[in-house]
C-alpha cells in the first residue's frame, strides 16, 4: 500500500519549564488494492526546549483520529 501524509495549521504555544506545546491537523490518505482510505485527525506534542535544535526532546504525542469508526479493511498499519 501507499500513504501520504499531510500536516496542517500547526500552533506553538509556549508552556512552563522549557516545554512546547504543538497543536496540528493530519490526513492521511492510504492506497490499496484499489482503494483509497482517509484518517483525519489532529495531533497534540509536548517538546522540552533544548539550547539547540538537536536537542529538543518530544516528552509525549498524542494523535487523535478524528473519525467515529474505521471500515473493515483488514490489516491497518500506519504512522500518525
Known amino acids: 500500500s501507499?500513504?501520504?501524509?499531510?500536516?496542517?495549521n500547526v500552533r506553538v504555544t509556549a508552556g512552563d519549564n522549557g516545554m512546547v506545546r504543538?497543536?496540528?491537523?493530519?490526513?492521511?490518505y492510504r492506497s490499496r488494492g484499489g482503494k483509497t482510505d482517509v484518517?483525519?485527525?489532529h495531533?497534540?506534542?509536548e517538546v522540552v526546549v533544548?539550547?539547540?535544535l538537536s536537542?529538543?526532546?518530544i516528552r509525549r504525542k498524542r494523535?487523535?483520529?478524528?473519525?467515529d469508526t474505521l471500515r473493515d479493511q483488514g490489516k491497518l498499519s500506519i504512522l500518525l
Open 22 to 28: 504543538i497543536d496540528s491537523n493530519f490526513v492521511v
Open 2 to 8: 501507499r500513504t501520504h501524509h499531510l500536516v496542517t
Open 55 to 57: 536537542t529538543h526532546r
Open 39 to 41: 484518517f483525519p485527525g
Open 43 to 45: 495531533n497534540i506534542h
Open 63 to 67: 494523535a487523535v483520529l478524528g473519525i
Open 50 to 52: 533544548g539550547d539547540s
